[in-house]
């Protein structure tokens, strides 16, 4: 009775992990497409300078993880609560595969995030930075309207000279702005949003790979459980007796 009770627990467990994951997996798609879409990232991305291909690289090798695991974690929260409910072997070990794959996806990338953000947000700032010092050396209307576009979407303009001075650029492009709306030089602007962004994606990370080991735990007491046939609410096939 005792260990009927145990597998009766870990299936709601198991059910109610999955539910999570499921709401993991949607959030993680929705972070990946705000990235791909959004327009902080689609901005620095789109700055077609040779030294800025880092930043173009990390931009999409991120969003195609993104959506990778996004649709490996429904896939495998939908197979855990099929494999629970209609106490399916080869369903539940594709599930424990599935959980394990992702985790060892999410450690790589948890500590790449914690590890590296400096480096993103360094890419970050290199782009605004040869933009800037193009428009600055080179009248061009392509350019001044990449700049711009930059400034409008951070909210900031221009950059804070260790000299004290302000460039043409500073003259020309930041008194066409409302004060209001200028909150800052762009590179602390730039700095700011990139850490808090990182933040937030490490976070969702560690919390992925506290419910893949959830998964995994769970995933495999019921596969043995089921394997052997131990306290399980259905066993086998029933086949109606002759009268």
């Known amino acids: 009775m005792s260990q009927r009770y145990w597998v009766r627990a870990m299936k709601c467990q198991l059910l109610v992990a999955s ?18 879409y959004g327009k902080h990232f689609t901005i620095m991305k789109d700055v077609s300078l040779e030294k800025s291909s880092y930043y173009r690289t990390f931009h999409s090798a991120v969003c195609s993880i993104g959506l990778c695991l996004s649709i490996i974690l429904v896939f495998a929260a939908l197979l855990s609560i099929v494999a629970t409910v209609r106490e399916l072997e080869s369903a539940m070990a594709v599930g424990f595969f599935c959980f394990a794959v992702v985790f060892c996806a999410s450690v790589q ?21 040869f933009v ?42 930041c008194h066409s702005e409302a004060e209001e709306s200028i909150k800052e030089h762009c590179l602390p602007e730039i700095q700011y949003f990139m850490k808090k962004h ?23 007491f019921l596969w043995i459980s089921i394997h052997f046939k131990n306290s399980l609410d ?10």
Not at 146 to 169: M, R
Not at 234 to 243: N, P, T, V
């Open 109 to 129: 990338a948890t500590y790449w995030t914690i590890t590296n953000s400096i480096v993103v947000e360094n890419a970050v700032m290199d782009a605004y930075d």
């Open 132 to 173: 800037y010092e193009d428009v600055r050396r080179n009248v061009s209307n392509t350019r001044r309207q990449e700049l711009q576009g930059i400034h409008e979407t951070f909210h900031c303009c221009g950059k804070k000279s260790p000299f004290g001075e302000a460039s043409n650029i500073e003259k020309e492009m």
């Open 234 to 243: 259905r066993k086998g096939k029933y086949i109606l007796a002759r009268q």
């Open 19 to 36: 539910l999570f994951v499921t709401l993991l997996g949607i959030s993680l798609s929705i972070l990946t497409v705000v990235m791909y």
């Open 198 to 220: 990182m933040s937030f994606v490490s976070i969702l990370m560690i919390i992925t790979v506290f419910f893949m080991v959830y998964g995994m735990i769970l995933t495999s």
